[in-house]
T-cell receptor, first 113, second 112 residues
């Protein structure tokens, strides 16, 4: 079956630093990847849509200069949280897929001190 | 813009009861709908995936139905157990914007 990995699975960083999260499709090529974040006791909110070889499309209210998304290949998309602050602490999940099916990564828990 | 709503937001039932969780969506031009459970502090566990051409899917004590024309899906859990306690999320993929959108979630507690 299609497998999507995320790395790291959890990360703790100091306020003001940048953190990169990787999303990889391990056994298929993904033309589209979605990035979500989830605050405690809330649902998953779509942050951006990432298409290979083009700029990401961000949802309203998501700062594109703060959450940098790069989809450099058909198997890898990265989300970089720049100058992270405690309010960026959240659970980040990616999906990867083709056509009409998306597969889910296990998530990355970010804690900013 | 696709909006996905789940009712109820929270539900508490005694063990052994059958229960129904509801998911409604505003844009019916979807590829598929998926149900997940999420345990506290954990990632998503996929339960059932219903393609747009299907009306229902079953797995063990779980049955999910899809009525695309009315923008509704239900997740039926038979003979609930304390281990079923979790947050249940539905997600729809497709629509005019071709995005994957999650519902608001239902927090289920099954009392022993």
């Amino acid at each position: 079956g299609a497998v999507v990995s995320q790395h790291p699975s959890w990360v703790i960083c100091k306020s003001g630093t940048s953190v990169k999260i990787e999303c990889r499709s391990l056994d298929f090529q993904a033309t589209t990847m979605f990035w979500y974040r989830q605050f405690p006791k809330q649902s998953l909110m779509l942050m951006a849509t990432s298409n290979e070889g083009s700029k990401a499309t961000y949802e309203q209210g998501v700062e594109k200069d703060k959450f940098l998304i790069n989809h450099a290949s058909l198997t890898l998309s990265t989300l970089t949280v720049t100058s992270a602050h405690p309010e960026d602490s959240s659970f980040y999940i990616c999906t990867a897929g083709v056509t009409d099916t998306q597969y889910f990564g296990p998530g990355t828990r970010l804690t900013v001190l | 813009k696709q909006e996905v709503t789940q009712i109820p937001a929270a539900l508490s039932v005694p063990e052994g009861e059958n229960l129904v969780l509801n998911c409604s969506f505003t844009d019916s031009a979807i590829y598929n709908l998926q149900w997940f459970r999420q345990d506290p502090g954990k990632g998503l566990t996929s339960l059932l995936l219903i393609q747009s051409s299907q009306r229902e899917q079953t797995s063990g004590r779980l049955n999910a139905s899809l009525d695309k024309s009315s923008g509704r899906s239900t997740l039926y859990i038979a003979a609930s157990q304390p281990g079923d306690s979790a947050t249940y999320l539905c997600a729809v993929y497709g629509g005019a914007t071709n995005k994957l959108i999650f519902g608001t979630g239902t927090l289920l507690a099954v009392q022993p």
